[in-house]
Structures are given as C-alpha cells and as structure tokens.
C-alpha cells in the first residue's frame, strides 16, 4: 500500500545493538521521525532511548510492531526473533525492514515471503552491500555486456574476531543465532552480491564447514565454511567465508571474470573497481561523473570523498521509503524473498557439509 508524500513515514527501531544505531542514522538522514525503539528490556530500551535521543522507549518489542504510532519497523535483534517479529508486524499492517537472515528455518523463511508479498507491505531485508557505488558500477558493466559472459565467480568473506577460543556472542549459539552462523551471517552477504551483480543464480553447490573448539565446549555452529558452487547460467565459482581469519575485519572481496574484463570489488575499499583486461588494467575511481546510472545515482558525495557502510544503509532506507511512497520500482532493494533464497542457500550448504554431497539450490 503506497503512503501519500505529505504523511511522515514514522518508524521505529526494535534492537538497539550494533546494527539498531546504524539503522537509526540512516532513519534519521532520511529525515524521517523516529517514533521510538525497544531492547531486551524495559529497563535497557530506556537507556538506549536516552542515550541515542530517541523520545519513546517501548516496554516490549511486540507492543513496538503493532503500535498505532508506527509506520516503519526495523528489526535489529538476534537472528531468533526475526520471523516472530516480523510477521507480527506484517499482520498488523507495517512496513517491515528485517535484518538477516530472515529466518533460521527455510519453511519460515518462504512463508514470511509469502506473507509479505501478499501483504501489500513494503518487507525488505539490508544485503546493503549492493548499495556501494563500485558495486553497482560492477553490475551494470555486467548487465550491458562490457565484461563478456561472465565465466568464473571467486572471492571471499572473511572476519576474526570469533578467532579466539575465548571469543563468543549470541551468533555462536545456536538457539539465538540458528543452525547456521558464519554462512548465515556473512556468506549470505558474499551470494546475495554476487548473485545481484552478475544475475546468476547460484543453483547447485558443495562445502566444507569447520568449527573451532571453543571455551566451555558448547555445542557451537561453523566458524568457516569453503564452497564450490555453478550458477544457472553455467558460471562456476568459489567462496571462502570465515570469522577466524586473523587480521581480516570485514574482508568481503569479490571477483567476476567475464570473457572481456575481469571486475573485483572489496568493500573494505570501496571507493574504485578493479577492472581487468588482457591489455591494461585499471582501476576504476568512484566519480559520479563518469559512472554508470546506477552507480551515480548511489554516489552522493563527490569522488575523493570517501563514501562508505553507512551511506549504503541511508541508501537503501531512501529505497525502502520511496517503494512505500510508491515512487520508486518495487524492486529495487533486497526483498524478503531474497532474503528467504539466502536461507534456502545456507541451508544447502549445511546439508551439504553434513553429508559430503552436491546439493541443488531450490
Ligand atoms: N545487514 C548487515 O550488514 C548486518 C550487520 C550486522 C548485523 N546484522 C544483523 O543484525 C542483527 C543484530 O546484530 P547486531 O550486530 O546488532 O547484534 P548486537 O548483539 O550488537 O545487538 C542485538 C541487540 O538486540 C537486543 N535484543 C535482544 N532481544 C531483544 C528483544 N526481544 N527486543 C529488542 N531487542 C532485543 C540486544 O539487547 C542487543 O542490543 C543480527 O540478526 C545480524 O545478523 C546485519
């Protein structure tokens, strides 16, 4: 349901961690009220409203998604409660922004989809790495063919700090986080960029898992997973996703070899694509003057002004608000079925580690 231009879209912000603040200086840079935000707690939703300048804190999360006062919710919790929440405020008619991944189960993950495309509800997940400039510049040089067929997919995501057998988080349990964790948490990232750049689909797949011993000896979920993969398209690739990689923080490198350029992309320098060829190489600097539409249009700062994360996030917002003013394209950030393909992924790559097979990708 498209909301008129004049309403203010208010929005509210379930989960006051890591995530929760970005999302809310996204909210804000879109000029949107914040209408209030919840915790695990009363007690900690009013120290985070306090500290972060929000005026409402809501006793409890559920009481936030179906509140007469909020348009917008963004859900920023563990991974455990995102399909509760989310389908309690798809029932009571908001529009749902939902970190990932959606769910912990695929049949939760596709009957969320469902319910959100049935909904009439804006329902979109922040794979915000779409949202880099050079990313998108990557895909439209696939998209109008600059790059050839595009032949070989390789790269990796990689992170320390579950190096230590000391280190742990909700992530590592598997009630909280769900059966998948580094997979879950930032190999879905690594496909669904990939699969958005190249326009393959990733459709058969095996992996490796490994978990590390950690302190207490509780059952933990995989710290690394190594995955050979095709696409629909005959592509073939590999990915390397890790949290116990020293000295790698947010390491998500790409590259897409086609049968003109090679293009490589690394969110941790964002501001220039690696474009090779079999005469110069070069690599391409973020300047809105001379990219493609799709990637000017996220480029807002101009070039050599380092634009980066939070830029992706307060593009993606001013996405999700224009779809639900019925302005932009419908389509044009992560939807909730995007979301659920990345759930059906990872849990082909448990199956497959599990039992040491190839496995297709519904
Ligand atoms: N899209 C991205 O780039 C990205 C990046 C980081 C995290 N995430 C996702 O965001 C989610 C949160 O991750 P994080 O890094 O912010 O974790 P975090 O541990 O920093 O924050 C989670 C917060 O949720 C709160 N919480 C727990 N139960 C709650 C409840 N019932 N209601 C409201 N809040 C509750 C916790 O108190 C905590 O503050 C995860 O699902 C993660 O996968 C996405």
């Given at each position: 349901?498209?909301?008129?231009?004049?309403?203010?879209?208010?929005?509210?912000?379930?989960?006051?961690?890591?995530?929760?603040?970005?999302?809310?200086?996204?909210?804000?840079?879109?000029?949107?009220?914040?209408?209030?935000?919840?915790?695990?707690?009363?007690?900690?939703?009013?120290?985070?409203?306090?500290?972060?300048?929000?005026?409402?804190?809501?006793?409890?999360?559920?009481?936030?998604?179906?509140?007469?006062?909020?348009?917008?919710?963004?859900?920023?919790?563990?991974?455990?409660?995102?399909?509760?929440?989310?389908?309690?405020?798809?029932?009571?008619?908001?529009?749902?922004?939902?970190?990932?991944?959606?769910?912990?189960?695929?049949?939760?993950?596709?009957?969320?989809?469902?319910?959100?495309?049935?909904?009439?509800?804006?329902?979109?997940?922040?794979?915000?790495?779409?949202?880099?400039?050079?990313?998108?510049?990557?895909r439209s040089r696939v998209l109008d063919g600059?790059?050839?067929?595009?032949?070989?997919?390789?790269?990796?995501?990689?992170?320390?700090?579950?190096?230590?057998?000391?280190?742990?988080?909700?992530?590592?349990?598997?009630?909280?986080?769900?059966p998948s964790r580094a997979?879950?948490?930032?190999?879905?990232?690594?496909?669904?960029?990939?699969?958005?750049?190249?326009?393959?689909?990733?459709?058969?797949?095996?992996?490796?898992?490994?978990?590390?011993?950690?302190?207490?000896?509780?059952?933990?979920?995989?710290?690394?997973?190594?995955?050979?993969?095709?696409?629909?398209?005959?592509?073939?690739?590999?990915?390397?996703?890790?949290?116990?990689?020293?000295?790698?923080?947010?390491?998500?490198?790409?590259?897409?070899?086609?049968?003109?350029?090679?293009?490589?992309?690394?969110?941790?320098?964002?501001?220039?694509?690696?474009?090779?060829?079999?005469?110069?190489?070069?690599?391409?600097?973020?300047?809105?003057?001379?990219?493609?539409?799709?990637?000017?249009?996220?480029?807002?700062?101009?070039?050599?002004?380092?634009?980066?994360?939070?830029?992706?996030?307060?593009?993606?917002?001013?996405?999700?608000?224009?779809?639900?003013?019925?302005?932009?394209?419908?389509?044009?950030?992560?939807?909730?079925?995007?979301?659920?393909?990345?759930?059906?992924?990872?849990?082909?790559?448990?199956?497959?580690?599990?039992?040491?097979?190839?496995?297709?990708?519904?």
């Amino acid at each position: 349901m498209a909301q008129s231009q004049a309403s203010p879209l208010r929005t509210a912000i379930v989960g006051a961690g890591m995530i929760g603040r970005v999302h809310l200086d996204a909210v804000r840079r879109s000029g949107a009220p914040v209408a209030g935000i919840s915790a695990s707690t009363p007690a900690r939703a009013k120290e985070a409203a306090a500290a972060l300048g929000v005026e409402r804190a809501f006793d409890s999360s559920e009481e936030l998604v179906t509140s007469d006062d909020v348009d917008v919710v963004h859900i920023c919790t563990p991974n455990d409660l995102h399909a509760p929440l989310a389908e309690l405020a798809l029932r009571a008619g908001k529009h749902v922004v939902c970190e990932k991944p959606l769910t912990t189960a695929p049949a939760t993950a596709d009957a969320l989809a469902a319910l959100a495309a049935a909904s009439g509800s804006v329902a979109a997940v922040p794979f915000v790495y779409r949202y880099h400039p050079m990313a998108a510049e990557a895909r439209s040089r696939v998209l109008d063919g600059r790059a050839g067929d595009v032949r070989l997919l390789h790269g990796h995501y990689l992170q320390d700090w579950l190096s230590e057998p000391g280190d742990t988080n909700w992530r590592v349990d598997q009630g909280a986080g769900g059966p998948s964790r580094a997979f879950a948490d930032i190999g879905s990232h690594w496909c669904d960029l990939v699969e958005w750049v190249t326009g393959h689909r990733i459709s058969e797949l095996t992996a490796v898992s490994s978990t590390v011993d950690r302190d207490g000896g509780r059952p933990a979920t995989e710290d690394a997973v190594q995955l050979l993969l095709r696409t629909d398209r005959g592509a073939i690739g590999s990915v390397t996703v890790s949290q116990i990689s020293p000295g790698r923080k947010n390491r998500l490198w790409f590259e897409v070899d086609g049968s003109r350029t090679s293009l490589a992309f690394d969110q941790e320098n964002p501001e220039s694509l690696f474009v090779g060829s079999r005469g110069e190489n070069a690599a391409v600097l973020r300047d809105p003057a001379t990219l493609s539409p799709a990637a000017a249009r996220l480029s807002v700062l101009p070039g050599g002004h380092p634009m980066g994360y939070l830029d992706c996030f307060a593009a993606f917002v001013r996405d999700v608000h224009a779809a639900i003013r019925g302005e932009g394209p419908a389509d044009a950030f992560p939807s909730f079925a995007d979301a659920a393909r990345m759930v059906r992924l990872t849990d082909a790559v448990l199956r497959s580690a599990a039992d040491r097979t190839w496995k297709e990708v519904a």
